[in-house]
């Protein structure tokens, strides 16, 4: 498939113009692709439900009404989650959280699955909740689950480590929430979990891909050395929408 699309100008005259890729904007995507019956919409503003994920998708190039959108779609005073999106926010709103980040991709991962592993479902989310709280993976909410397949490992019955399956962008998927236990770290847990995820993935046709911090360099590293490579860096961010959400245009 081309990462180029023609667009026609005056009296034919054409010249090339890039095509985003849907890995430019994952969770708008998913919203709008294999996620679409989770997405809760105001005008052109997409997001999942509060207690599935954080993940809002602002449009590619959001305008004031689009920021007016998320405003009132999120209330006056509220934080917004804006992961992935690099430009400015509207006057009259508050950056609360910046982290860089990047973007990593299959680029020869060998995937397998795991005698071990198990597929977790809603019964094991208090443990799952309990074990993100320790380890600190990323966001991880009540019905998290329901975003893809999760699978861990247990030891005498605990659940030590655990990956799964989050953004569904069309034609991939995204692997996150990988953490273990410290008590069993340095037992290639994560790896394990990891390559069965990306299993799961490759058999249906999809690619995986993922994202971390960019200063987790141990984790960088650790995913280059699986197979993973560098697509593009990102962000992840969240705003404080106006108190008065007339200033929510800017």
Same mark, same amino acid.
């Given at each position: 498939?081309?990462?180029?699309?023609?667009?026609?100008?005056?009296?034919?005259?054409? !010249?090339?113009?890039?095509?985003?890729?849907?890995?430019?904007?994952?969770?708008?995507?998913?919203? %709008?692709?294999?996620?679409?019956?989770?997405?809760?919409?105001?005008?052109?503003?997409?997001?999942?439900?509060?207690?599935?994920?954080?993940? $809002?998708?602002?449009?590619?190039?959001?305008?004031?009404?689009?920021?007016?959108?998320?405003?009132?779609?999120?209330?006056?005073?509220?934080?917004?989650?804006?992961? &992935?999106?690099?430009?400015?926010?509207?006057?009259?709103?508050? /950056?609360?959280?910046? /982290?860089? &980040?990047?973007?990593?991709?299959?680029?020869?991962?060998?995937?397998? #699955?795991?005698?071990?592993?198990?597929?977790? &479902? #809603?019964?094991?989310?208090? @443990?799952?909740?309990?074990?993100?709280?320790?380890?600190?993976?990323?966001?991880?909410?009540?019905?998290?689950?329901?975003?893809? %397949?999760?699978?861990? /490992?247990?030891? @005498?019955?605990? $659940?030590?480590?655990?990956?799964? !399956?989050?953004?569904?962008?069309?034609?991939? %998927?995204?692997?996150?929430?990988?953490?273990?236990?410290?008590?069993?770290?340095?037992?290639?847990?994560?790896?394990?979990?990891?390559?069965?995820?990306?299993?799961?993935?490759?058999?249906?046709?999809?690619?995986?891909?993922?994202? %971390?911090?960019?200063?987790?360099?141990?984790?960088?590293?650790?995913? @280059?050395?699986?197979?993973?490579? $560098?697509?593009?860096?990102?962000?992840?961010?969240?705003?404080?929408?106006?108190?008065?959400?007339?200033?929510?245009?800017?």
């Amino acid at each position: 498939m081309s990462d180029r699309t023609r667009q026609p100008h005056d009296d034919a005259v054409y !010249e090339d113009v890039p095509a985003p890729h849907v890995l430019d904007n994952p969770a708008f995507a998913s919203l %709008t692709g294999p996620h679409a019956h989770f997405a809760e919409k105001r005008g052109r503003i997409l997001r999942y439900p509060v207690d599935v994920s954080p993940w $809002l998708a602002l449009p590619n190039a959001p305008d004031a009404d689009d920021w007016a959108a998320v405003a009132a779609l999120a209330g006056p005073g509220a934080e917004v989650p804006l992961a &992935g999106y690099m430009g400015r926010v509207p006057d009259g709103w508050e /950056i609360t959280f910046h /982290i860089e &980040g990047v973007q990593l991709v299959d680029d020869g991962l060998a995937t397998a #699955p795991d005698p071990e592993a198990v597929r977790l &479902g #809603p019964a094991d989310v208090p @443990e799952i909740l309990d074990l993100i709280a320790r380890t600190q993976p990323g966001p991880f909410l009540p019905r998290t689950i329901e975003m893809g %397949t999760y699978l861990g /490992i247990r030891r @005498e019955g605990a $659940l030590v480590a655990m990956a799964g !399956e989050r953004l569904h962008p069309p034609g991939w %998927t995204e692997i996150s929430a990988v953490c273990t236990d410290p008590a069993v770290r340095g037992q290639g847990l994560a790896t394990r979990l990891v390559r069965a995820v990306a299993h799961g993935i490759r058999e249906r046709g999809e690619t995986p891909f993922l994202h %971390t911090g960019a200063k987790n360099t141990n984790a960088i590293r650790l995913y @280059e050395s699986l197979g993973f490579r $560098l697509r593009r860096r990102t962000a992840f961010l969240a705003a404080r929408t106006p108190e008065r959400l007339a200033e929510a245009v800017s």
